[in-house]
């Protein structure tokens, strides 16, 4: 099993910055990756980016490229996402997710998740 805590929302006005963390305890994979998604109000749960445990390769959904960026301190089994630019459409439910297989943006490809942390943006 894989525990992950989400912290780091919170509200910020349009133009400002965040930086939600996600630490893991438990199993802690060689391989896979641990990602973020979002879900806004009445709408369905989005990847937002990933990482790969092994290589440290990353991923983004085009929403947030360049705004956005993942990061990982392995000795502390802690990612972070780290936005800048936020914008009011930013605004959703973060949530850290861990799986042991290939890297996917796929919900359902991700075995563990967190309870989500508020980002609210304000314009």
């Known amino acids: 099993q894989v525990q992950l805590v989400e912290s780091g929302g919170g509200l910020v006005q349009a133009g400002g910055s965040l930086r939600l963390s996600c630490a893991a305890s438990?199993?802690?994979?060689?391989?896979?990756?641990m990602a973020w998604f979002r879900q806004g109000s009445g709408k369905e749960r989005e990847f937002v980016t990933a990482?790969?445990?092994?290589?440290?390769?990353?991923y983004y959904a085009d929403s947030v490229k360049g705004r956005c960026t993942i990061s990982r301190d392995n000795g502390k089994n802690t990612v972070y996402l780290q936005m800048n630019s936020l914008k009011p459409e930013d605004t959703a439910v973060y949530y850290c997710?861990?799986?042991?297989?290939?890297?996917?943006?796929?919900?359902?490809?991700?075995?563990?998740w967190g309870q989500g942390t508020q980002v609210t943006v304000s314009s």
């Open positions: 997710a861990a799986t042991g297989n290939l890297f996917t943006t796929q919900v359902h490809g991700y075995e563990y």
């Open positions: 438990g199993r802690i994979f060689s391989s896979g990756a």
């Open positions: 990482i790969r445990w092994s290589g440290g390769r990353t």
